[in-house]
């Protein structure tokens, strides 16, 4: 009985979460992130790339972040931030690729769960500052 009443359940979970697979509010999350200039690369990670000065984004990162919640710890010559918000542990990584091509990579996690909409949010906001 309730090895049946497990089954069910897990047949339930599967239906649902193929049938939101399968409805595009996946696509739509994911479309979303991309127009907005980058990409999931994991469940708590958001990183894109873009022609701009390491400088600047590297100023963008860290106004963005103190502004948000509290800085940690912070190396420029690394690339490095890491910091609180909204109670997840942020840490950010702008590293330059080319002579003109950086790549932000923000990841957040609250409580030891990946917090993407953190992520995301602070990523968006740092690439419109950058557009400023």
Known sequence: MILSLFRRHILAVLLLS???????????????VAAAGGYAISQDTI??????????????????VSIMGTVNSESQDLGK???I???AKVTINVSQLTSSTVRLKVRAR????????????IFIKIMSRVDK
């Open 47 to 64: 990183q894109g790339e873009r022609e701009e000065s390491f400088n600047n984004v590297w100023e963008a990162a860290h106004d963005i």
């Open 81 to 83: 931030i890491t910091s």
């Open 18 to 32: 193929s049938s939101l697979l399968l409805s595009g509010c996946f696509y739509i999350f994911l479309g979303s």
């Open 110 to 121: 609250k409580a030891f769960f990946p917090s993407i909409q953190t992520a995301q949010n």
């Open 85 to 87: 918000v909204n109670g």
